[in-house]
């Protein structure tokens, strides 16, 4: 199989889909790979890095989507990507279709076979190519958060960790799945005073078990939500529903009840947000006010820190990828379930039921999108 590489063009992303030790691997199994020049230079992978290992080096993007049989990313295809993808072509890479409509018809258009990191799940029904991109959401949360208090950011003027005879800030983290978790490690970990909210009942008992007296684990329900925002000094959200949109937890009005200069960060952004003012920022511009709440919305938010990034996220994609490559799309995905969960768009077909029922479109089963072939 020929494999393409393209650079990455969201606003500041520096990941790229394959390290040059996951190109050599693919190589070593009789596949081809090109790469866009310069789609490592975010990661300090160089061209003659690739190259060295045997890879193709490809001029521009549209070089790369024009040999393919697969593409693979890590964000998203861009309107001017979409574009260049062809009925049969295979597309892995992040997609969180469910709150993007103009992505998805064009995907539906391009009559490719796209498959989502974020719904491949595993025996137990985690998502494993989402944790160690949640799990660095999850820290940087925090870094991102305790930087947007900064008076100079907007923000209180608080530090996170306080000092001797200084309270400490409030951290409320609204989920206590990975990105919750992770982000309650490093606010911890500064000394802050650490709430999280979830409710699930075996959740909230594992994070008491794990965190003890040093943070507070409760169940959500509305009054407790609107009572800890409120009194919050920095509000994380980290709330996931697999495939589909976030909800929105924290409404326009229970802004009001905020402090000033309060900052909540939404890193369920890239399934529309969980605030109901959240809308997506870059790392250009990350955060924006409203009400006198600072919010950051950054949508790519692991792009930051892309080395530890692209590493974490071929660690668990490289298997699959070797799979699909190996075996073809359909056999790979008909032998192995869990990697048929993450078949988004087949043949102008929405096979993901999550995205169909977020944007009121019909939905095909892989199984049958598939037997169509």
Known sequence: MHIGVPKEIKNHEYRVGLTPESV????????????????GAGIDASDDDYKNIGAQIAKDAKSIFAIADMIVKVKEPLATERKMLRKGQILFTYLHLAPDVEQTQDLIKSGA???????????NGALPLLKPMSQVAGRLSVQAGATALEKSHGGRGVLL???????????VIIGGGVVGFNAAQMAVGLQADVTILDMNPMTLEKLENHFGASATALYS??????????NADL????????????????????LKTMKSGAVLVDVAIDQGGCFETSKATTHQEPTYIIDDIVHYCVANMPGGVARTSTYALNNVTLPHTLRIANMGWKKALEADHDLRNGLNVHNGEITCEPVAIAQSLDYTP???AMAKD
């Open 113 to 123: 076979t796209c498959i989502a990191y974020e719904t491949v799940t595993d025996k």
């Open 221 to 230: 329900s509305k009054a407790i939500l609107a009572e800890q925002v409120a």
């Open 161 to 171: 960790g306080g000092v001797p005879g200084v309270q400490p800030a409030k951290v």
């Open 24 to 39: 050599a691997e693919l190589i070593s199994s009789g596949h081809q790979v090109s790469v866009e020049t310069g789609a």
């Open 235 to 254: 509000v994380i959200g980290a709330v996931l529903v697999p495939g589909a949109a976030a909800p929105k937890l924290v409404s326009r009005d229970m």
């Open 366 to 368: 892989p199984e049958i």
